[in-house]
């Protein structure tokens, strides 16, 4: 009867409950630590509520908080007719910027499951021709690049004076903004900046189930007196 309940809930409501999910919900359900009467009166969304307030209530420099999302304003310059003596337009302030710091986010992406597949030392990948023999570089991925290759390098010839033995890699980062949709009607929207890391393989950052897109900023978006200005705009200034 568990096994059909289970099952039914997989195959009823939303979609987007794959097998593997499915599969991992069950093996949590017979960990050890799990009690079934710790869930009287389980509510998903208010347990949300209880680890953000949670997750506020810590200190900045807990590792727990450190890649959360702060607030910030941003003061930008916009072009005018009005007539400047310093030419770089007029100041605007911008609330609403929401942001991570990439510090943290590369140290906690670095820590999941996931980057035990991370390519941490670039290479070269050669291929010869059987005819002439005439070798040839093949690039497929950020990591095989002479330029990652180079930086590489680069590296590994710097000092270490802060007596540090651990290994020195480089984490390749990659960006990607575009316009979101938040529902299916109406015009509700938001601009997020995405993270891609090239250390990850492109045919694993493709998977839409692989978790390799890490959002670090919402840019916001205003409305002027006779347009509505987007981040789109800003992000080109």
Not at 6 to 20: C, I, R, V
Not at 163 to 187: K, N
Request: aromatic share 12%.
């Amino acid at each position: 009867m568990s096994i059909w309940k289970l099952m039914t809930w997989m195959l009823t409501g939303s979609g987007q409950k794959s097998e593997a999910e499915i599969t991992c919900l069950a093996e949590t359900l017979q960990s050890d630590d799990f009690d079934h009467h710790d869930l009287q009166g389980f509510n998903a969304h208010t347990e949300m509520r209880h680890f953000d307030d949670l997750e506020s209530s810590l200190d900045e420099r807990d590792p727990f908080r450190q890649d959360g999302w702060k607030e910030s304003s941003v003061n930008i310059l916009i072009p005018t007719r009005e007539q400047n003596p310093s030419g770089n337009g007029q100041q605007f302030t911008i609330e609403g910027l929401f942001h991570r710091s990439l510090t943290d986010v590369i140290r906690a992406v670095f820590a999941e499951q996931a980057a035990k597949w991370f390519h941490l030392t670039p290479f070269k990948r050669i291929w010869r021709s059987a005819v002439s023999g005439k070798a040839q570089c093949l690039y497929d991925e950020l990591y095989t690049s002479d330029a990652w290759n180079s930086a590489h390098d680069a590296l590994q010839k710097q000092r270490r004076d802060n007596g540090c033995d651990l290994e020195w890699v480089i984490a390749g980062l990659m960006f990607w903004s575009d316009a979101t949709h938040l529902a299916q009607f109406g015009s509700a929207s938001a601009w997020p900046i995405y993270l891609f890391f090239g250390n990850q393989s492109k045919y694993l950052r493709a998977c839409p189930s692989s978790g390799a897109c890490h959002p670090v900023a919402f840019i916001p978006t205003v409305s002027c007196p006779h347009s509505t200005v987007t981040g789109r705009g800003f992000n080109g200034l």
